[in-house]
């Protein structure tokens, strides 16, 4: 990445299970950012200027370079993918435009646009056609799948099945009028997603309401409960005695929305070969509430797993100290400069000095 928010010249190379450290404003959100505006952009749901709007060139950069940059490389077991996108501004910044857009698997050409001229390949890497094209759209989304581009097609399948999201439990609905089987970033459409999922993948719903009771003592299950033409999400709970309260969705906190989303996300996707972005899953959870759902997480993560791939991103203690995560990245950033990472290399109990945790490391300044 290139040019985008504090991220100049920015490479980063992910394993298979990964966790983001580091201060607010140090980059963290901007690479999930990334992902999921190139997501929108390759699958043709976004135009260049929406997702990639001038307001994110890097500031500083505005009196020399007017391109912005993305590079991604998505090893799949039948090829490492390899996607270039090359966007330039006008003059006045108001106006941008694809200056190269390129596609490649390994060392065979797949596509290939430049200034609006577009070279479409064939999957043996012939040349198949030549044609003009918007430059304000993805190339790569606007063609459809041909017996000599299953290849590419491949490509896009893949980039549909990275999940990034923010949970964000204050604006996630209790009420939906359809199904829907894709998340929205903050997971404000969890209701319509949640009856997409009772009907896809019951298995999910059982597990969860298996899994859930651990960290949310008394959960029963959820309900949508139809009202009119919206279905409203219900929460039922079972009290010591045995009785059965019910709860509108809307009125269970903040922290017990997360819980119930967190668990339901990691469940609902598993066994897809997903790759699951989240951003904060920990917001408003204690330690002891976020601890079976840990646990849960790592055991279904890496290749060959349930997920292919896992970055989390967090500020809460005890998702830094759990080491199962693997060796943690650290971002850092000076005031009105680019962004760095580097590889937390823990010791036991901390870093640097043994006789603290690494989260106890970071509240005392030792981790820079």
Same mark, same amino acid.
């Given at each position: 990445m290139d040019n985008f928010r504090t991220l100049v010249n920015f490479e980063l190379k992910l394993d298979p299970t990964n966790l983001f450290l580091g201060n607010n404003g140090s980059g963290k959100s901007s690479v999930f950012d990334v992902l999921r505006r190139l997501q929108g952009f390759i699958s043709g749901e976004t135009r260049l200027a929406e997702a990639f709007p001038s307001s994110d060139f890097t500031s500083w950069s505005k009196g020399g370079s007017n391109t912005q940059t993305f590079e991604l490389d998505l090893e799949t077991e039948a090829a490492l993918f390899t996607y270039r996108l090359v966007i330039e501004f006008a003059g006045d910044w108001g106006k941008s435009k694809v200056k190269e857009e390129k596609l490649k698997a390994g060392d065979t050409e797949l596509f290939l646009s430049r200034d609006g001229e577009a070279r479409i390949f064939k999957d043996d890497g012939q040349l198949g056609t030549v044609l003009q094209f918007d430059w304000t759209q993805s190339g790569v989304g606007l063609l459809q799948e041909r017996r000599e581009n299953k290849k590419? +097609?491949?490509f896009k399948a893949h980039i549909q099945n990275v999940i990034v999201v923010r949970p964000t439990p204050a604006l996630m609905l209790s009420e939906s009028r359809d199904e829907e089987n894709c998340l929205s970033l903050h997971m404000e459409n969890f209701a319509a997603w949640y009856r997409y999922l009772t009907l896809e993948n019951m298995s999910a719903i059982q597990q969860m309401n298996g899994e859930l009771p651990e960290s949310m003592p008394g959960f029963e299950n959820l309900n949508s409960m139809l009202a009119g033409e919206r279905r409203i999400l219900k929460a039922n709970f079972q009290t010591a005695d045995g009785k059965t309260h019910t709860y509108s969705f809307?009125?269970?906190?903040?922290?017990?929305?997360?819980l119930v989303a967190i668990y339901a996300l990691l469940l609902g996707t598993k066994g897809k070969? +997903?790759?699951l972005f989240i951003d904060e899953p920990d917001n408003c959870i204690s330690i002891r509430e976020i601890q079976p759902w840990l646990r849960l997480f790592v055991d279904s993560c890496g290749k060959g797993q349930d997920w292919e791939q896992v970055v989390l991103i967090s500020h809460h203690p005890e998702v830094i100290d759990y080491s199962s995560l693997g060796i943690p990245v650290w971002f850092d950033r000076e005031p009105e400069s680019h962004?760095?990472?580097?590889?937390?290399?823990q010791q036991q109990g901390g870093v640097g000095d043994p006789a603290l945790s690494l989260s106890q490391s970071i509240a005392r300044g030792l981790v820079q």
């Open positions: 590419l +097609a491949m809307a009125h269970i906190s903040d922290g017990q929305k997360m070969n +997903a790759c962004t760095r990472t580097g590889r937390i290399k």
